[in-house]
């Protein structure tokens, strides 16, 4: 297994792919994973994500924790006013 260390900057989640035992066509899904992980697709994925996998080609998140966490409860409100049940 592949071990990836994530910089002071970097996201919160990972995302993960695999190929399952059952997979009818396990080249073409390897194919596919392979061309996912490949320093293209990388850059593509920039263009719509903050974040991605290779170094120098990843956007700085900026993400003021400490001032979050002053403003939890207006963040809280204001989160569910736009995305709350309804």
Request: proline fraction near 3%; hydrophobic fraction near 50%; glycine fraction near 6%.
């Amino acid at each position: 297994m592949d071990v990836l260390l994530v910089r002071e900057g970097g996201g919160w989640d990972m995302d993960a792919a695999a190929i399952l035992k059952a997979a009818p066509r396990p080249a073409v899904a390897r194919r596919l994973l392979e061309f996912a992980a490949s320093h293209r697709a990388i850059e593509v994925y920039a263009q719509f994500i903050q974040q991605v996998a290779i170094e120098g080609i990843a956007k700085p998140i900026k993400n003021d924790l400490v001032r979050a966490a002053e403003n939890r409860d207006r963040i809280i409100a204001e989160w569910q006013r736009r995305y709350g049940k309804r």
